[in-house]
T-cell receptor
Framework: AQKITQTQPGMFVQEKEAVTLDCTYD???????LFWYKQPSSGEMIFLIY????DEQNATEGRYSLNFQKARKSANLVISASQLGDSAMYFC????????????WGAGTKLIIKP | EAQVTQNPRYLITVTGKKLTVTCSQN?????MSWYRQDPGLGLRQIYY???????DKGDVPEGYKVSRKEKRNFPLILESPSPNQTSLYFC???????????????FGEGSRLTVL
């Protein structure tokens, strides 16, 4: 069965520093998608970045990049030059045939950026 | 603008009074889904739909109904709401066949429901 593990319940990071949020996954699928979502205190779910299992290059979206290490089943989110507005919950998720294409969620990491 | 629209965004109701939370997407997505989010429990899937007239139960379907008569709409129906259905609800959609069902989910803004 598919599983997502986020080992960091919470993190404090100084503003302007880079931050890495960890995510490991377990699946027997060959074709799957990996995602990161941000949920600020206002509650909405904001899509950040997507990595397909067959994508050879790491995904990047502005200050967000996904460090995809397929052999290690790792999909860490890297935020460069953190900002106060980055303070939020961050969820890693995946979907593929093994879960009947339903999203499997990690427990989330609460990121707090210190001024 | 591509979006998923949920209504109402906020609702306070009383036990037993039927209500419907609407969800509409304008991206021609085949796949749609409903989640609830509760403190400490993360997001849990209620129902999902792989295409029109195709729906299936998620992890917590009890007390909820859905229908998918048109591609763009996926309403969530609470026939007889109870206080344990007080939660933050999200509707989401994604490509289906065209994206291999592995593409990103686009979320609505959430509906905060309180049942007294």
């Amino acid at each position: 069965a598919q599983k997502i593990t986020q080992t960091q319940p919470g993190m404090f990071v100084q503003e302007k520093e880079a931050v890495t949020l960890d995510c490991t996954y377990d699946t027997s699928d060959q074709s799957y998608g990996l995602f990161w979502y941000k949920q600020p205190s206002s509650g909405e779910m904001i899509f950040l970045i997507y990595q397909g299992s067959y994508d050879e290059q790491n995904a990047t979206e502005g200050r967000y990049s996904l460090n995809f290490q397929k052999a290690r089943k790792s999909a860490n989110l890297v935020i460069s030059a953190s900002q106060l507005g980055d303070s939020a919950m961050y969820f890693c998720a995946m979907r593929g045939p093994d879960s009947n294409y339903q999203l499997i969620w990690g427990a989330g990491t609460k990121l707090i950026i210190k001024p | 603008e591509a979006q998923v629209t949920q209504n109402p965004r906020y609702l306070i109701t009383v036990t037993g009074k039927k209500l419907t939370v609407t969800c509409s997407q304008n991206m021609n997505h085949e796949y749609m889904s409903w989640y609830r989010q509760d403190p400490g429990l993360g997001l849990r899937q209620i129902y999902y739909s792989m295409n029109v007239e195709v729906t299936d139960k998620g992890d917590v379907p009890e007390g909820y109904k859905v229908s998918r008569k048109e591609k763009r709409n996926f309403p969530l129906i609470l026939e007889s709401p109870s206080p344990n259905q007080t939660s933050l609800y999200f509707c989401a959609s994604s490509l289906g066949h065209g994206g291999g069902y592995t593409g990103e989910l686009f979320f609505g803004e959430g509906s905060r429901l309180t049942v007294l």
